[in-house]
């Protein structure tokens, strides 16, 4: 006799099945039937148990992204930027900048792109920038285009050295400035040969004022011809102007610039601008009106000076 139905054995029955032979098939099957269950039965337990964990750590990562992800937005830079190009010895530099931002900080971020110390550096933007003023007040916008004048530290460093006659020249030079300069043999001869010119500007002394927008005009060199200065700030240069000719320097090249005062006219200076190593490549220039003294260098030099 054939049994097709499932049969579920409990003690008693495997104990009866046991003894009595004739059943002995049915203890086999009954027994290969419980393992078959059991095993099935713990794949499930199994498979329900990981089933449970990849769900627990599919929600841990979707928290941990969340937190990411806010914690990535709350340092995104949310501030207006602008864009423009920076310019520096004929190459173009592409920047984006906060607007707010000041002509100092960009300085930093300029050096970085160009290597010229930003203690070194004058920003020009329709005139020569102050370090405190933001982008927003010198009225950048996208597309503009911002220039950088200045030296990196290996052209400073590369500058020749002094001949030795410059170098017999400038002590020679630093033994008699002891006197004020207008008293000294050289210049003493040019101030009363000359005198002031006509058509000198009023000086005033103990005062500082801006450049005028126009050349600053009126004043003689040595051979009492009339000089004029004209500030190129967009090409970093400093035109000297005399009837025969306009010499164009580049302001880079200018290595410092000496003043003072003519001694019983306190209102105008002898100015020396000194393009080689030593001061005795100094190109004189009498009746400076003294307000602008103080702006002639800062627009040379900047402020900063190396020598």
């Known amino acids: 006799m054939t049994y097709c139905k499932r049969i579920r054995i409990n003690k008693n029955i495997l104990f009866l099945l046991e003894v009595t032979s004739p059943y002995r098939h049915l203890l086999t099957m009954a027994s290969e039937e419980s393992e078959i269950s ?13 089933q449970n964990k990849e769900l627990e750590n599919k929600e841990k990562s979707e928290d941990t992204g969340d937190v990411t992800t806010n914690e990535s937005d709350s340092s995104i830079d949310t501030r207006q930027k602008v864009d423009f190009k920076v310019i520096f010895n004929k190459q173009k530099y592409d920047v984006t900048f906060p607007i707010d931002e000041t002509i100092a900080k960009l300085k930093s971020h300029i050096e970085t792109l160009t290597g010229v110390p930003s203690a070194m550096q004058k920003i020009m933007f329709k005139g020569l ?33 002094p001949s030795e006659k410059e170098i017999k020249e400038a002590a020679k030079s630093e033994t008699s400035s002891k006197e004020p300069l207008s008293k000294l043999k050289e210049h003493k001869k040019v101030l009363d040969k000359y005198g002031k010119p006509d058509d000198a500007l009023p000086g005033v002394k103990n005062v500082k004022e801006p450049l005028p927008p126009t050349p600053v005009a009126g004043m003689c060199n040595k051979s009492g011809g009339k000089v004029r200065l004209t500030f190129k700030l967009e090409l970093d240069q400093v035109w000297i102007g005399t009837k025969e000719r306009t010499e164009k320097l580049p302001m880079n090249s200018i290595k410092a610039v000496h003043s003072e005062a003519i001694v019983g006219h306190e209102g105008y200076h002898i100015l020396g601008i000194q393009l080689g190593p030593t001061e005795a490549s100094n190109y004189w220039i009498y009746w400076v009106p003294a307000q602008y003294v103080d702006a002639i260098k800062d627009t040379i030099l900047g402020k900063w000076q190396l020598f």
């Open 38 to 50: 059991k095993t099935v039965q713990d794949i499930e337990v199994e498979t329900t148990d990981l």
């Open 129 to 161: 920038a102050k370090d405190e003023s933001t982008l927003n007040d010198l009225k950048v916008t996208n597309g503009a285009k911002v220039m950088v004048v200045g030296s990196t530290l290996n052209d400073v460093l590369s500058v020749s050295k």
